[in-house]
């Protein structure tokens, strides 16, 4: 990149820094060019998957398609050489090209300008429109007017614009401009390149280095800066038996050898319990080891099974990448990494977007599907995706609008040759096929468990422990029906199950809407004062609510002593916590999300071991589910609230009816026949034909949701800042909560702290339904200001509602 520093583009700043005294430094723009091209050409050195994305993206080999992104990221700030933006800084204007010239001050987005300019001179260039858009889109709609400038210095822009694309095609021996099409991860690795390469600007005053000589200085930085980021480390080992090497593979995991080291969907699919985590991070871990990707990203459905699992994969992280940490990324997560991890550079925590970026990262699935959505730099999420092997757990439990935007992730992922691991124990065939579509995969086995593979070409392949000769260990959950006219226990149910737990039994009830939990705690409270009884559901400030999740797991976990007591919860316990119960109780629900939660039922093996005995009032793990007692008058109305949590009522009652043929449950035989039974398109001669009517209904409200969900995924306008906390309820259809700050009377947060500050005010934050949620709007946090005993009640049950309103 021979020129000579009198060229017209040494006549331009790219970044500048305030000192102590009112004045400025400032970086060459070229040299601030150069910074961001070094980051991403070491990073592709050093990838074991980027480069081969790229190369297969452009259909060029690696060598060339190396050349080829370089030559966009180089023009990433080509909107720069104009002299509204160097009017920014008037006095390093002045300092570089004269002060002979003027140029009236306005709005300038180099962005749009960039592509602008570009456009102008060699027509529409996806690629080109990428890189421009790296600070979040480019907006083609605005006006692209001309500076208002003299003609001289509008005249050097023209330029500098045109020797610059000249000098960038020269150095990478390019002869032409590329027009390669859309390349879908160019500007994530664009965006983050420049993150990292602004965060190395020396600040030269003076073009004293020529662009060769610069480039030799500046490159050992960016390699230096990008291992310091977290964003390329070496993997130590891989496989199950680096991983786990004191465990013996069970179940699952011994199918390990024989799967296909190659790119594809992967559906797992294997009882509670039986290691699918482990299986998919060694399976992940071949992957990388075979250049497949970069690192591992995990997708959990709340933010409670995300904190669990970050807990649990830390050290499993640490053996895989040894200089890496862990990142978690959701709503909350700042408040869970401040207290476990240390942020020695905090590149990746300071915000959700970077924490996919990493080696290794937990996240609640919302914030992957910001990746699909209109949301300023979704193409950094996605592109830490891409890069990664993305695993979903619980993949069974959303609804048919996050289904339709986890498909354009799935498509996503395929589309960037990238793989993608699925984990359940009760996924619908119906699903399942939906799920292996967007890699054009197939199903054909009913076996169970079952992991089947569909690779980018979507040849699939299916592997079943039916073909080992290894015997899977099962377990019998007794089952059992408690009628009751309003799905909550009845008095007497309620006697029975305190005299449970007062002879030492952990008593699990879980239901199905924080109403319902909490109006049982607070009646098993009146009965007795001699039982410890806990409540557990998400409608808690969350200091309070992160607090209860910490005493649940330590009062009813793998370790707890074990003292006879109650747990009243929603669905917050039923994924991914490790909780073990000696008895369980459930109002009704579909018979998958009933599976999930036998999975809390004697979960652990305590008959050796450290582990505390379990209580002998049961001799065998029992699943109490509780059900109408009544015939149905009308079917919307017959399971009460519930019917609003799981609106497809007809599994409700397929659900009913397949346990009113058994007196228990034998896992993992149990999984494919029930769930099918359950969920079978087809009506059964014995339902009602209302029943009928009413799935039809649904049916063509989940289609509409489905559609909404990919319009929303397509939308191309402008998009929504991603720190805006409306963003999460794109991913979710119908989230008509809003955030609720909580204050005492006397002004103060519930939680205290500077209500100006983030930290201190989602501390006291509770999200509420927008009809319920009462106080004072703030338009500019986007929440509701809510005074205790005044907008609202709050106390030891959470937010409830005042009978008097």
Known sequence: MLMNISSPVFSYWGKAQKCSDGHHKFHLLVYHCLDVVAVADVWLKHSNILLNQFSQHVNQPPEKARKIVLFFVLLHDFGKFDCRFQGFIESIRIQLQGDEFEVEPERYSHGSF?????????GNNEAMKAVAGHHGCCDLLMNFDEPDADEELIELDIQARQVWIKCCLDWLGLENIPNVGEIPMLAGLCSVSDWIGSSITPFYTEPTLTLDEYYVQIKPEAEKALLATGMINELEGSGFEFLFPSYEPRGIQTLLPTMPITAGLTIVESDTGSGKTEFALSYASELIAQNLADGVVFGLPTQA???????????AAEKLFPDSIVTLAHGKSRYVTEQLVPDENGFLYRSNKRAFLGSMSVATVDQILMGVLGIKHQFIRSFGTRKSVLILDEIHSFDAYMYALIEQVLKGQHQAFASVILLSATLPTVLKEKLLAPYAGCSKSDDYPLITHSGLDGITTEFSLAEKTEKVVSKTIHSQLWQSSNLMPEPGQQEELLEWARQGAMVGIICNTVNDAQMLYHELCVKSNDVDIDLFHARYVFGDRSK?????????????LRTGRILVATQVVEQSLDLDFDLLVSQIAPIEFLMQRMGRLWRHDRESGDLAPRSNIFNKPTFITIVPSIEA???????????????????LYRTHHYLNKVDFLTFPDCYRDAIEFVHRHDSYDFEPKQLTQIYETYMAQQEGSHYAAKMYSTLDSKPLNDVDPRCALLTREGEMSATVVVFKQNGELWYGGDYSEQHDRENSSVALNKKHAKGVKDEEFHCIRSVVDKDIIYNEL????????
């Open 548 to 560: 209860i999740e910490k005493q649940v797991l330590a009062t009813y976990g793998k370790e707890a």
């Open 114 to 122: 960039g592509y602008h300019y570009f456009r102008q001179l060699y």
């Open 305 to 315: 099974t995300a904190n669990g699992l970050y807990d649990r994969i830390g050290e």
């Open 798 to 805: 959470g937010v409830v509602l005042d009978p008097k309103k």
């Open 633 to 651: 008058s009308d079917w919307q109305i017959h399971y009460r609230d519930t019917g609003f949590v799981y609106s497809n009522i007809r599994t």
